[in-house]
T-cell receptor, first 116, second 114 residues
Framework: KQEVTQIPAALSVPEGENLVLNCSFT??????LQWFRQDPGKGLTSLLL?????REQTSGRLNASLDKSSGRSTLYIAASQPGDSATYLC???????????????FGTGTRLKVLA | NAGVTQTPKFRILKIGQSMTLQCTQD?????MYWYRQDPGMGLKLIYY???????DKGEVPNGYNVSRSTTEDFPLRLELAAPSQTSVYFC?????????????FGPGTRLTVT
C-alpha cells in the first residue's frame, strides 16, 4: 500500500534562506507527483506536477525533483519570502492497479514559516 | 472560468441531520474527487468518479454517498451526521485529455457537527 510521508511537519526559516522540503513514498510505481500550497483556511493551489519520466520541474523560485528509485521528491524554494509561509503538501498518483491508479495519496504536509 | 466551486462555505449540523455538499467544475474534467481534511492531517479520499454515471469508494466512504449524473456536478451527501464527520471537505477535478491528471481544488466546505 502506498504511503506518503513529509518530514519535518513544521519549519521556520529567516527570510532570504534557500530551503528544501521533503516528500517520501513507499512504492516507486507512480504515475506522477504533485506539490501543493495551502494557506490557512483555504483550498489547495497546485505548484508543480512531475511526471514519472521526469527528473525535475521548475516554476519561478520553485524547483521540484523526483527520484522514483529512492522514493523521494524535494521541493526547493530559493530566496524565501514571508509570503511563502504556508503548508506545502505532496501527493502521489500510483501507477499500479492494486494501489488505485485514479487516486492521489497525500502526505500530511510541512508547515513553513518564513520570518521577516 | 470559475474552476471548481463548492457550496456552502460553512455549515453547522446537529447530530442525525443530513445535508448535501455541492461541487461543480466548468473545465470539462472527467475525474472528480471528494476529500476530507482533519486538523494536522493530510487529505483522505472519500469518493471519486471517472466520469458521469461512474463512482467508486476511496479510503473513508462510510457515512457518505455520491452521485455523478453530469460531467460538471459531483454532490456529496451526508446521511445521519455524526461528530466524527466534523472536518473540512474539498472537491477536486482532473482532466484526462492532457494525460497529466493534474488536480484542481475547490475552496472547501468547513462542516461542524454538534
Amino acid at each position: 500500500k502506498q504511503e506518503v510521508t513529509q518530514i519535518p511537519a513544521a519549519l521556520s526559516v529567516p527570510e532570504g534562506e534557500n530551503l528544501v522540503l521533503n516528500c517520501s513514498f513507499t512504492d516507486s510505481a507512480i504515475y506522477n507527483l504533485q506539490w501543493f500550497r495551502q494557506d490557512p483556511g483555504k483550498g489547495l493551489t497546485s505548484l508543480l506536477l512531475i511526471q514519472s519520466s521526469q527528473r525535475e520541474q521548475t516554476s519561478g523560485r520553485l524547483n521540484a525533483s523526483l527520484d522514483k528509485s529512492s522514493g523521494r521528491s524535494t521541493l526547493y524554494i530559493a530566496a524565501s519570502q514571508p509570503g511563502d509561509s504556508a503548508t506545502y503538501l505532496c501527493a502521489v498518483r500510483p501507477s499500479s492497479v492494486t494501489s488505485g491508479t485514479y487516486k492521489y495519496i497525500f502526505g500530511t504536509g510541512t508547515r513553513l514559516k518564513v520570518l521577516a | 472560468n470559475a474552476g471548481v466551486t463548492q457550496t456552502p462555505k460553512f455549515r453547522i449540523l446537529k447530530i442525525g441531520q443530513s445535508m448535501t455538499l455541492q461541487c461543480t467544475q466548468d473545465m470539462n474534467h472527467n475525474y472528480m474527487y471528494w476529500y476530507r481534511q482533519d486538523p494536522g492531517m493530510g487529505l483522505k479520499l472519500i469518493y471519486y468518479s471517472v466520469g458521469a454515471g461512474i463512482t467508486d469508494k476511496g479510503e473513508v466512504p462510510n457515512g457518505y454517498n455520491v452521485s455523478r449524473s453530469t460531467t460538471e456536478d459531483f454532490p456529496l451527501r451526508l446521511e445521519l451526521a455524526a461528530p466524527s464527520q466534523t472536518s473540512v471537505y474539498f472537491c477536486a477535478s482532473s482532466p484526462w485529455q492532457t494525460k497529466t491528471y493534474e488536480q484542481y481544488f475547490g475552496p472547501g466546505t468547513r462542516l461542524t457537527v454538534t
